[in-house]
């Protein structure tokens, strides 16, 4: 995919603050300090389009981004184990879920996880709950170039199992080495361009 615009429309926290959903959209969900920032920010070859942070849940609202005006994605804020009072964390769950349950424009959902780690409850209610809404799931295992390649297969395989997928449905990602960036992109265009 040859990016030749990528532009911060606005945040919002609720329905009112949207923006005009013209566009078909991709949201990147995933827990706190995952890579979620730096995955979107290799996909549009930009450094820092997508503020990145090492605190996690830095991203506190739901960020839109148009990508060459043709698609959005959309930053949603980290969940997990985030450094932030208890009263804005409370708010995220309602806040996401709503987003997710009513935005017409949504196509699909990128969810992040660290291939370091064996997805939680977190990951696994998440998926149920977008196949209960018929919304596509990418699943992307990010900081695949902290492991060596056996170790690689070997945690696809793990996490595959726990998710109870096949582990060809775990796309391999590193913002690093760029690996697994073309992968990521046939699957966003294959839910924004059916049928093309």
Do not use: C
């Not at 995919?1 to 603050?17: D, G, L």
């Not at 730096?38 to 981004?65: A, C, E, Y």
């Not at 060459?68 to 959309?74: D, E, G, H, R, Y």
């Amino acid at each position: 995919m040859i990016i030749k615009f990528s532009e911060f429309v606005t945040s919002a926290v609720k329905p009112s603050q949207y923006p005009p959903g013209e566009l078909p959209e991709i949201a990147f969900a995933g827990r706190s300090n995952v890579g979620k920032s730096s995955l979107i920010n290799t996909l549009i070859n930009r450094k820092r389009l997508v503020k990145t942070s090492s605190t996690p849940g830095r991203t506190q609202l739901i960020n839109f981004f148009v990508i060459n005006k043709t698609f959005s994605f959309v930053d949603l804020p980290g969940y997990g184990y985030a450094k932030v009072p208890a009263a804005i964390r409370k708010t995220w769950g309602p806040m996401i879920e709503t987003y997710l349950s009513t935005r017409e424009a949504l196509k699909g959902v990128v969810l992040i996880m660290d291939i370091r780690r064996t997805p939680g409850h977190e990951e696994t209610n998440l998926i149920d709950w977008l196949n209960g809404f018929n919304i596509p799931a990418l699943l992307i295992l990010t900081k695949a170039d902290k492991l060596s390649k056996t170790k690689q297969l070997k945690q696809q395989m793990t996490i595959a199992s726990s998710l109870s997928i096949d582990k060809d449905n775990l796309i391999l990602f590193s913002a690093k080495s760029r690996q697994g960036k073309d992968a990521v992109w046939d699957s966003i265009k294959a839910i924004t361009e059916p049928g093309l």
